[in-house]
């Protein structure tokens, strides 16, 4: 009895102890925008970040030579300007001379050189190195091919002039300088506190806001940059939460805790007439592939099959987020969409052509598995789909869902006959979509390859006239989705947002980038503890 | 070996019998479900979904359009199937090990312990989701890893078991006119174990019921078209304030048939050994 | 005693060890890498990363070297959190976790004790048959739906606590009730179940014949025995709760460590894995010692070998 007392006693000091502190980190009349992360950030280091949760802190955090307009179109930032030499391989970017870090140290060209030699440097690591391999000898540098540095194509001429030799022509490098991956970093903060450099009390940046607190796990809280060289930024203070499920960030979102959200599908219907409900394209694409080395999608007829069985217009019915239903692959909100193309829902001809490749009514079809990676939108969209193939084809098809790095390690060594695979953004251009199933791609698990499709591909990235760029595209896009059908595409993703009335000047954007820098929260609030 | 005043004593435990009943119910419902269940489980409409219950659909339907009630009544064969295959290839499992260890005794049952203090030592969730993952597809990882987690306790409880009955008399007869220890063991003292090993099982159900719901919940949970009941909570509870029919029923159908589970196995308990009142 | 401690302590670590071994066995044979991604890496990329973790070696090499690192206590690099090592996310998360799992622990004794002590010692009232319908309900209810429900009440419905988050002492309630009310419906028919077991024991009888009140004989004799199978599962329970859950972080957002036990293989982060089944193995090993010590606080007739 007095051993269970003493042991009550001390699980009662053990809960007292560390209590979470009472501090909300935030004053009465301050100007603050909370939201929250779907995963804590795994990185702050804006060399090694590659995932949209890091980058969506560090785009608030920092900036680069230059950066995205709201058409998406790069403009000077760091870089008051930038010179091409006549045969496009040397850029001389000219520097803004009023330009501090957030510890009031100028920023020079010397920290973009050592930036991109510590991007490139095998030992760093990085996922995003590949980002610069249009430097001359950059691709070598990261290989270990060179082990000199100084052989790379990145030097600083004097304090604010950075010149940079590529190893062949690439109009758009000044697009590539808007990625995280390229910002400046410090020499003497990195080379002092080594792996730590990123946490709060050693990080030092340049953008609108600078990093005051990093509760792993938990929260990240931004102040206004007093350094900053551009406008002082609206908000005072920029709270990010991190909570993964987004049922629980809604219920935050209606208690007053958040200021934005993003809605949970099956709460979609229920906020549509909701004042804060805001809907957005979102330049992602979700399509099944056809692995052509298996049987029966060897066969076109039976591909071009399997797409024309599909409505897809009952697609935003089920998941009722707005999804464009898709027959063609890029994106709309993208240069060179056209809804036009791709095969539309014909269940006779599906028929007839699963028919004419010998197999009417599905006899004689070897089984055939669609395979997806564990997820409720990836299960109820398998479901639909087996259903419509059983009811439009007469087949019956199989569903294997994995575990998502499981899943991966199969599209690599064995892909299924029927798999599933989205695509976002990584730039705002179709090329970022369609380069992806050229024979070359390391992202093309259909085993399909199509010389005049590589053609296409490669010429429109060239192509400076748009009305000849997108007669090119339209091309790829019909061989890619009429006539080989190595995959068909489903539908483009939308956003669903929930954004406070107070908040004002919130950009939503297709790439689902988050600007806080022109964001302002409305006086009269009042921020709920 | 059953205690002859078994019966009668376990019939005057009402929620016992009760929980025999739903049981029995439930098992019925697992066989006949096709000839019970109004729709099929996988037809779809996709104009009538979400739809709260209704005349057509007593339980309401999900977000394809399906009936939940048939769903449910499908689900009911595959959690009854998965939980009872766990339940009793963890008691195979536990029970020869135990067993085993215990009659064996001095080094080898301090070693093969000493094995299981190991696994013990490992969280049970990581054990099962690295189990499934290497496993993967469907009932059978779900099942193998469940199965792979509880026999541990089992065999714990049946060493425990073995060891106070290998000191009985009649064991120590028996091994002193030279009968063999196989035959011993399966002969003597594991049909002592009977009770206990009935008790066990009643327990295992309901946690390995419990412990694929929350495998569904992680997302690792059975492959469709097979639905558990556990799945159908999963995909229920985010829409707990939208489309409350969706978490209400399956949540209904695991609770009461825990509940059951867990009463049929205080009744047995108390009417195997009313002395043996120990929760497992 | 302190022998006994000792002997305990050095006997943690073949078991530490054998737990190392078959942990990082097993999750070296799950397929899948840590740097697998939805957009491939070029294999230059990848091999620069692979050969800064040093998963370019052999597996042998990879073993001997993260067992080098373990006997110095260094946990390794994480390889999903950039820059931190698996020491620095423990040390992060594991001090929530234990104060969740200790509040948590905390409601499930006093509940469950309680529920217990009452049922046990008016067995078969009324009284006793709702507390233990109730506790084989507790037992009975997966914990997302218990949580969905608490929230949906609690937070929703009646504005009491806040939904989610670890802002304040108000935030610590739910999570704390949703982790700790199955473990006392646990104790609570562990409790009761013990008590009556307790109470047809001879000494019982003897008491009772020397005349002495019931109460003293409940409160005297019979609870502290009753108690011993309590503090048995406490040791095991303990462990459990304290290095967190990941169904109640998930739904309530809360920083702490049991969420790595999911994460942590999804990702492959092996290190990862690696250090919070060593501090949970650890933690167990602890728990059970100090059962044992408790047993001789108890009952001084126990001897430690």
Known sequence: MKALLISLLFIGLVASFLWPSADRGTVESEAVFRMNLTAEPPTLDWALATDNVSIRVIENLMEGLTAYDAALRPQPAIAARWTVSGDGRIYTFHLRPDVYWSDGKQVTAHDFEYAWKRLLNPATASEYAYFLYDVENAAAYNTGRIKDADLVGVKALHDLTLRVDLKKQAVYFPSVTTFTATFPQRKDLIERYGDRWTEPAHLVTLGAFRLEEWRHEYRLTLVANEHYYGDRPALDRVIFYVVSEETTALTLYETGYLDRVTLPPIA??????????????FLRGYYYGFNLD?????????????????????????????????TSWIPQGMFAHNPEIGLAFNPEKARRFLAEAGYK???????????????????????????????????TVLLDNMEWKVYLQQLREDTPQVF???????????????????????NNNTHWGNAEYDRFISDAASEGDPSKRLALYDAAQRILTETDVPIMPLFFAAQNLLISPEIEGLEVNAMDLIHLKKVKRKPSNKVQS | MIQPLFWPRFRQDRLAVASLLLIAALLLIAIFGDVIAPYAHDLQNTDNNLAAPNAQHWMGTDALGRDLFSRLIYGTRISMAVSLLTGVSALLLGTCYGAVSGYAGGRIDNAMMRGVDVLYAIPDLLLIILITVLIGRGVSGVFLALSLVGWITVARLIRGEVLRLKENAYVEAARAFGVKDVRILLKHILPNTFGVLIVTLTFRIPSAILAESTLSFIGLGLTPPAASWGTL?????????????????????IFMTMLAFNFLGDGLRDALDPKQNKVS | ?????????????????????????????VPGGPFDREKKLPPEIKANIEAKYHLDKPFAVQYGLYLKGLLKG??????????????????????????????????????GLLAGMASGAFAQTAWDKTSMFFATAGISIPNFVLGAFLILVFSHQFKLFPPALWEDARSVVLPAFALGLAPAAYIARLTRSSILEEKHRDY????????????????????????????????????????????????FSVPGMGKFFITAVTNRDYPLIMGVTLVYALLVVLANLLVDLFYTVIDPRIQLE
């Open chain 1, 294 to 326: 298996k049987a029966p999608f060897d066969k076109v007829k039976v591909r071009q099959a399997f797409s024309m069985a599909i409505d897809r217009e009952e697609i935003p019915k089920i998941l009722k987020g707005g999804e464009i239903p898709a």
């Open chain 3, 74 to 111: 260094d946990l390794g690099p994480s390889y999903k959190y950039l820059g931190r090592t698996v020491n620095d996310v423990i040390a992060d998360t594991l001090p929530v976790s234990i104060q969740l799992g200790a509040l948590a622990l905390f409601i499930a004794l006093v509940l």
């Open chain 1, 361 to 395: 009514n599905g006899a004689g079809l070897p089984p055939i598995t669609l395979a997806f990676n564990t997820d409720p939108t990836n299960r109820m969209i398998a479901e639909h789909i087996q259903a419509q193939w059983k009811k439009n084809l007469g087949v």
């Open chain 1, 420 to 442: 599933r695979l989205g695509w976002g953004a990584d730039y705002p251009d179709p090329d970022n979509f369609m380069n992806l199933f050229t024979s070359t791609s390391g």
């Open chain 3, 1 to 29: 005693m302190l022998l006994f401690i000792l002997r305990r302590l050095l006997w943690a670590v073949p078991v530490l060890w054998a737990v190392a071994t078959l942990t990082f066995v097993m999750m070296h044979l």
């Open chain 2, 233 to 253: 909570a999963n995909e229920g509870w985010k829409a707990l304030k939208f489309y409350p029919h969706l978490i209400f029923f399956p949540g209904l159908a």
């Open chain 3, 204 to 251: 019982v009888r003897t008491a009772r014949a020397k005349g002495l009140p019931e109460t003293t004989i409940l409160f005297r004799h019979v609870l502290k025995n009753a108690i011993t199978p309590v503090i048995t599962v406490l040791g095991p329970l303990a462990a459990t709760l304290v290095t967190g859950s990941f169904v109640i972080e998930f739904i």
């Open chain 1, 268 to 281: 979609i219907p229920r906020y549509k007439t909701h004042p804060d409900y805001v809907r957005a394209p």
